[in-house]
């Protein structure tokens, strides 16, 4: 799909690709993106925790693949924190510590999310070498929905 400006559009959920990671690391305090096991201190910002060691130095942000469909195309769209928080109800450091204890929970958020009414609002990448259109804002349509985590955790009974 081929934009120029921002555009909302109403779409279902067909899949969430749980395969590859659905988060990153960044900073703390500039968000730049880290390695997975990111070194102290920052190499952008230079960040060092040594004076309180008792906060993390990263954080982790989500980036979700998601395939979608309109009534005329199904294709993937890039899904990052702000948006991502709407339809998973928590942040991606909670939904981390979630999964380390339910290995299966992105594979089970991708199903809760499967076939979820949307209207979203898709801009072009910001990256000239980004590959898929950027969820820029996401609402739920369905009067019932309920976050992912909402629904994992009556699943897990937690």
Known sequence: MEIDKPTTIICTVVAVDH??????RVC????KTLP?????????????NR???STSGSKRLFRVLISIATDTKVFVVIMFDRAAKVLFGC???EFFDFAKTHPYAAM???RALEGEM????ISKPKNGNAQHMRVVSVVPLRSGFQPAIETLRELYRT
Do not use: R
């Not at 395969?19 to 990153?24: E, G, R, V």
């Open 19 to 24: 395969a590859n990671s659905i988060y990153y």
């Open 28 to 31: 703390s305090v500039c968000e």
């Open 36 to 48: 997975e096991n990111p070194t102290i201190p920052c190499k952008f910002c230079n960040f060092n």
């Open 51 to 53: 004076f309180n060691p």
């Open 91 to 93: 942040s991606a450091d």
């Open 108 to 110: 089970a958020a991708g």
């Open 118 to 121: 949307l209207n979203v609002t």
